[in-house]
């Protein structure tokens, strides 16, 4: 992995080389398990003052996203250390109940199976659980592929519809949110204690088998939202290893930088407008069959999906 430090940007050195492992996770450049390039190697790359490095591998150790295996270095573990089983928790909290209900001299199956309607209405009324993402479409879609898999509701929202809800006293035990944009709604907590659970995404075999089909030597446009475009040089240099190049010439633009996306469609300088996550809602419904559109289908992550699960404690 190449590091690629813009020197007059207003990001300072340590935020974009942890923004740019974060966009690696994101777009599959990194998996699980993977290792990151030394803090020596990366100061002979950039010129980076290797405690600069340390300090950003530092904080992302800390969020959860690096880990130091032994004998390998630094790599990726999308799995936060585990909070006190919850099985535990429940077996204590079971007990307690039960014995509660036979001194009040009701039948234990009886009032487990009323405490399961008034729980269910419980949490349809107070979310326990919302997946946040940029665009509303997405965050509905992620949020009922993790309830399906959970059989938990989770609440779907847009970072501005629950910018809006938090302000007026809205609140939640457990957010979860992609690595691309978890720092932000982290922000919108300060100081409350709400877990916000990052989960990691990789492209998803609908995606690869879309990108195979891109014809050689063809110019493709690649949106990008504009919350990370500080890193579309990053990016646009990663992304051959998606598509096996086969001289396939990539430009990008920023998501702030389109006014019509008609325009993009009958430019003549692209065969293909690759539509990255975050940037679908720049497409009116009515364009989003146009041949000439390819979106691209993040999935998450099995793993990591699997350690905020347990982070948010939720058992299944």
Known sequence: ????????????????????IRVAVAMGVFRRGDTLP??????????????????????????????????????????????????????ELSIAVIRKARQAGLSPTAFARYLSRHAQEDERQTP?????????????????????????????LAIQELKNRTRNGFELQKVLANYFVRDRVQSLFPGKGIDVIPIAMRAS?????????????????????????????FIAAHFPKLIASRGIRISHISTHAISNIEDLLNDSRYNLLLVGPGAQGKVPHALRTDPRLLFLHMEMDPASLEAARVRAGVIV
């Open 1 to 20: 992995m190449e590091f690629y430090i813009e020197k007059h940007s207003s990001s300072s050195v340590v935020t974009q080389i942890q923004e740019q």
């Open 38 to 91: 030394s803090i020596r190697d990366v100061e002979k790359q950039t010129g980076i003052n290797r405690g600069l490095v340390h300090k950003a591998y530092l904080e992302l150790r800390k969020s959860g996203l690096l880990t130091l295996a032994r004998g390998k270095g630094t790599v990726i573990s999308t799995e936060a250390p585990p909070p006190p089983p919850a099985t535990e928790k429940c077996r």
């Open 128 to 156: 326990f659980i919302a997946y946040v993402d940029r665009e509303k479409d997405d965050a509905m879609k992620s949020a009922e592929q993790i309830s399906e898999l959970w059989k938990v509701p989770i609440l779907g």
């Open 205 to 233: 075999e609908q995606d690869a088998k879309a990108l195979a089909r891109i014809k050689a030597n063809s110019s493709v446009l690649l949106i990008i939202p504009s919350e990370v475009y500080a890193h579309a040089s």
